[in-house]
């Protein structure tokens, strides 16, 4: 039959037809099937539509899953809003003949190497817990990964070190929730500061260096004693100003002010000369 409608309903309000004679351009109309400002992709010749023309009335499709009807697909006319799969155990989406997406349980799977993107705007990812991940992250294009301000990248089970980039700035010994607590010691803060903290009562912060395959300690914070360390495991420590050497060590010698590092004086003369001399050596004056 070409282009006979079947038609369901006292007012024909469901319209089933197969289109054999011509195509129908993208929201293009048609009598008794498509109405209104219509949105749709057009069809070719020889397509079936399925249509309503009940102002906001449904299309729900059901099977029958050993005597209960289950939906599987429906059409909400009111809010314009499709579901999928409402009645079912298992959503599946495959093309090319392989499963590509899976839904069972709880459990949302790609079933291999996916690309999630947007062609404008911004992905956002909000869910009312937390976002648990089970293997590495790695970011391949674009600028890396951006915290917005006031924002915490936390490790560990208890939040026990934060980070945070602290828009409004600190006043000395001032808290910040979840990164400087109790009765702490600070100098402050300016706006837009960037701030590395630790909770866990004792605990250390340690960096390190890797030379040769070997990880070597710059920097140790230890909590249980309030110390600092630098340059544990370098052969070398300076501390500079302006571009400038002030204190150079080796591990066998200190210097100042650029002076290369020498051994600490020894037999030094109890006299203007040998302590002149001796601080030469160090750097401390000049000859």
């Given at each position: ?142 600028n890396g990964v951006r915290i917005n301000d ?138």
């Amino acid at each position: 039959m070409k282009n006979i409608p079947i038609l369901m309903g006292v007012t024909s309000d469901i319209t089933g037809i197969r289109i054999t004679s011509g195509a129908i351009a993208a929201d293009g109309e048609l009598a008794g099937v498509i109405e209104g400002t219509s949105e749709h992709q057009g069809v070719a010749a020889g397509s079936i539509i399925i249509s309503n023309i009940l102002d906001d009335s449904d299309i729900m499709m059901l099977i029958s899953d050993a005597g209960d009807s289950k939906e599987f697909l429906r059409a909400d006319g009111d809010v314009a809003k499709l579901s999928l799969g409402w009645g079912m155990t298992t959503l599946e989406i495959g093309l090319g003949g392989t499963t590509r997406l899976l839904y069972t349980a709880g459990a949302f799977a790609f079933q291999e190497a996916t690309t999630i993107s947007t062609s404008t705007g911004n992905l956002t990812i909000q869910p009312t817990g937390l976002i648990e991940l089970a293997s590495e992250i790695q970011i391949t294009h674009g600028n890396g990964v951006r915290i917005n301000d006031n924002i915490f990248l936390r490790m560990g089970g208890g939040s026990d070190v934060a980070l945070t980039l602290n828009s409004a700035g600190l006043a000395a010994d001032e808290e910040l929730l979840n990164i400087i607590e109790g009765v702490s010691n600070h100098q402050g803060t300016a706006a837009n500061s960037l701030i590395i903290g630790n909770r866990t009562d004792d605990s250390d912060i340690i960096m390190l260096i890797s030379d040769g395959g070997n990880s070597l300690e710059f920097l140790r914070a230890d909590g249980d004693v309030a110390t600092v360390d630098l340059g544990f495991g370098m052969l070398i420590t300076k501390f500079m100003a302006a571009s400038t050497v002030l204190i150079e060590g080796n591990g066998t010698g200190l210097g100042f002010f650029a002076t290369t590092p020498a051994a600490q004086p020894t037999g030094v003369a109890v006299s203007a000369a040998g302590i002149h001399a001796a601080l030469v050596t160090l750097g401390l004056i000049t000859a």
